[in-house]
């Protein structure tokens, strides 16, 4: 029982500072004891004593390896037990914490509804660089609005910064001294436009009757491939998948490529499947033209052998919408509410820059452009075996002469071609980057009659603009072209 059978230090066994029960409790006011000691309950050092914890205030050890600090959602968790994961900040539920480490040394960031959420690594000589070191930062409204920014920075006025933006598809990168942007460049993904998901229904085509869909263009490019979500019904045989030009918002013209598949390898399954269709040609785009994607399968027939493809019963893609045929393609009608699941991949994708690249070296500044080759060479309008009189110094449009240079080229690189019925050397066609019409020029001159003349070289561009001139011996007497060949951004 309670009853104190041995006591030492005060006269009332109960109030003894040393004493035992007969049941074995001991009493000791002030001790020192060394072995081992086993205990289940209790407290010590304002920490309580369980079976297998201890816990004090908002912190609790447990025997199993794992050591909370916090409360709810304010949390802290080191744990050497779970299968995954070690680290765990800010919720007690290891997979919704907004910050982890598993034991591969894997660290995720999660985000919900937050703006920006940061990562800093301070250098700890704060005299010399004032600024946090590095930083990241993610603000997402949404799968589809992500932008992620990554950076080093010494000061205010120094830093690299690459950054990825998923809605626009692209990747700035840049790197700012003393304020200025060196080396401003934005790069664009492989596949600029694409509508995945949303779908809940299916169109079929077949026969005269084809279906379209408009797509606005981002980025100029060239695509390579269409991806397409169809399934099949019977055997409609072939299915054609084509790039067209659009006019009023609806497919016009010939095909600017094409590609054909079997339909033996599509899926019966009215869930669909993703189709690529290679285009035998690579198709030039150019950044805010719109264009279409026309499908067709001329052997099928209803109302067993056709193909489907799938969409969304609602608009939700802002670049353009379905049409459909009822004639094999001779006219179009759209339907604004509905938008076909597609994918369009593009030839190594697009990059845009804006300044000079610059570089400092000896104490000297150094400065170019970008060059960008084009894969074909785009024939300028008005200069694909022209025949021409004499022409003053004329002003062209670069963009609109030769379709698939940017507006922001600095830079183009020309193949000047002519040839004249008399051969004189006053006679001459040339491109100049001003309109004096000699400084910043190349020129081609008709050596020998009736024989084409050619030469190559880089002309300045000036706000989207060259001059052009030529000195013919009649009327109409002098051919010539103008062949872009690449250009400078």
């Not at 937050?114 to 301070?122: G, S």
């Not at 694909?384 to 609109?400: F, I, R």
């Amino acid at each position: 029982g309670d009853d104190v059978r041995f006591w030492a230090g005060n006269a009332t066994p109960s109030s003894a500072p040393f004493r035992v029960t007969e049941a074995g409790a001991l009493v000791a006011t002030s001790a020192t004891i060394s072995g081992s000691i086993t205990a289940t309950s209790g407290a010590i050092g304002g920490w309580t004593v369980a079976a297998s914890t201890l816990t004090g205030g908002n912190a609790t050890l447990n025997s199993s390896g794992l050591l909370s600090l916090g409360t709810g959602n304010d949390v802290v968790i080191l744990d050497a037990a779970d299968a995954v994961y070690r680290l765990a900040i800010g919720n007690t539920a290891y997979t919704s914490a907004p910050f982890t480490i598993s034991k591969s040394g894997v660290c995720l960031i999660r985000t919900s509804g937050a703006a920006n959420v940061y990562f800093k690594v301070i250098n700890s000589t704060a005299t010399t660089y004032p600024d946090h070191f590095g930083f990241l930062n993610a603000a997402s409204g949404g799968a589809a609005d992500l932008v992620l920014n990554l950076g080093i920075r010494r000061d205010a006025n120094t830093q690299l910064a690459l950054s990825f933006d998923a809605t626009a598809e692209e990747t700035f990168f840049s790197f700012q001294h003393n304020g200025d942007y060196q080396i401003p460049l934005w790069l664009s993904p492989g596949c600029i436009d694409t509508v995945t998901s949303g779908d809940n229904s299916a169109n079929n085509f077949q026969a005269t009757n084809w279906e379209a869909q408009t797509i606005a263009v981002q980025h100029t490019g060239y695509i390579t491939d269409v991806k397409i979500r169809l399934y099949r019904v019977g055997d409609p045989q072939d299915v054609t998948v084509s790039i067209r030009d659009t006019a009023a918002g609806l497919p016009t013209g010939a095909d600017l490529s094409s590609a054909t598949v079997d339909c033996t390898s599509i899926t019966t399954n009215a869930a669909g499947e993703w189709i690529t269709f290679t285009l035998t040609s690579p198709v030039l785009v150019l950044e805010g033209s719109t264009y279409a994607i026309v499908v067709r399968a001329p052997s099928g027939s209803t109302p067993s052998n056709y193909a489907n493809w799938r969409f969304a019963n609602t608009s939700i893609y802002s670049g353009g919408s379905r049409c459909y045929s009822t004639n094999s393609g001779s006219s179009w009608t759209a339907y604004a509410s509905q938008d076909y699941m597609f994918d369009l991949i593009f030839e190594g994708g697009s990059l845009e820059f804006s300044g000079l690249l610059s570089t400092v070296r000896g104490g000297n500044t150094y400065q170019g452009w970008l060059y960008v080759p084009l894969v074909t060479g785009i024939d300028g309008t008005g200069f694909n075996g022209t025949a021409t009189s004499t022409t003053s110094t004329t002003e062209l449009t670069v963009s609109s002469v030769w379709a698939g240079v940017p507006t922001y080229a600095k830079g183009i690189v020309l193949q000047l071609t002519c040839k004249d019925s008399s051969a004189s050397s006053s006679l001459y066609f040339r491109m100049s980057g001003n309109n004096s019409g000699v400084l910043s020029a190349i020129t081609v001159r008709p050596q020998v009659s009736n024989f084409y003349n050619d030469t190559a070289g880089v002309i300045p561009v000036s706000n989207n603009k060259v001059w052009w001139s030529c000195v013919a011996s009649g009327g109409n007497t002098m051919t010539i072209y103008a062949r872009a060949m690449g250009y400078y951004i």
